[in-house]
Nanobody, 123 residues
């Protein structure tokens, strides 16, 4: 069973940047896996942010973050990252990484989840 741990969250001013990391602390990420980032703001549903296949360059982004966020991975470190640039106030949320086997933006398709990391964007 893969266990995931996010890090890198914190406070940031609007227009600033943060890089989130998600490491597999136990188990390994199989080559068929899809790794994704989701976020959940207070009182709102968990929403898709970005995903990548573990062993290809294929990526998918939510329209709200296209051109500002980038997802990438380091297979040797069993880690996936989310580089977030030009952050907006609406980006304030808990960010979660997840592992699944389907190329999907629906959180129900993901099996393993991290505990989340808080990102707070000051307007």
């Amino acid at each position: 069973q893969v266990q995931l741990a996010e890090s890198g969250g914190g406070p940031v001013e609007a227009g600033g940047s943060l890089r989130l990391s998600c490491a597999a602390t136990t188990g390994r990420i199989y080559s068929s896996s899809v790794m994704a980032w989701f976020r959940q703001a207070p009182g709102k549903k968990r929403e898709f942010v970005a995903l990548t296949r573990w062993h290809s360059s294929s990526t998918l982004y939510a329209d709200s973050v296209k051109g500002r966020f980038a997802i990438f991975r380091d297979n040797a470190k069993n880690t996936v990252y989310l580089q977030m640039n030009n952050l907006k106030a609406e980006g304030t949320a808990v960010y979660y990484c997840a592992r699944g086997s389907k190329y999907a933006s629906n959180p129900a398709e993901y099996v393993n989840w991290g505990q989340g990391t808080q990102v707070t964007v000051a307007a």
